[in-house]
């Protein structure tokens, strides 16, 4: 699922992963982690390291197991800016 929000997100500059934000205000992990995919991706650190701090806040029990790859995909783009 990831990957299809961050093509999407390349492909259309943002528009259907901002979106998709609006149509699940409720979701707090899923849209973050795509969201912050996407904008590393093109090359936006600010909100890139934003949308990875609010995916790791939220982060849900079945995705614990993942989570010393988003703090080091978080980390890294700290050492960056």
Same mark, same amino acid.
């Given at each position: 699922?990831?990957? *299809?929000? &961050?093509?999407? *997100?390349?492909?259309?500059?943002? !528009?259907?992963? /901002?979106?998709?934000?609006?149509?699940?205000?409720?979701?707090? *992990?899923?849209? !973050? /982690?795509?969201?912050?995919?996407? !904008?590393?991706? /093109?090359?936006?650190?600010?909100?890139?390291?934003?949308?990875? &701090?609010?995916?790791?806040? %939220?982060?849900? &029990? %079945?995705?614990?197991?993942?989570?010393?790859? !988003?703090?080091?995909?978080?980390?890294?783009?700290? &050492?960056?800016?």
């Amino acid at each position: 699922m990831h990957g *299809f929000i &961050e093509t999407r *997100f390349l492909g259309r500059g943002g !528009y259907d992963a /901002v979106r998709g934000k609006a149509d699940h205000p409720d979701e707090t *992990f899923v849209t !973050y /982690v795509g969201l912050a995919r996407g !904008y590393t991706a /093109v090359g936006d650190t600010r909100n890139a390291i934003a949308n990875w &701090e609010i995916a790791i806040k %939220n982060i849900p &029990e %079945n995705q614990k197991v993942n989570l010393p790859v !988003y703090e080091q995909a978080l980390k890294a783009l700290k &050492e960056k800016s």
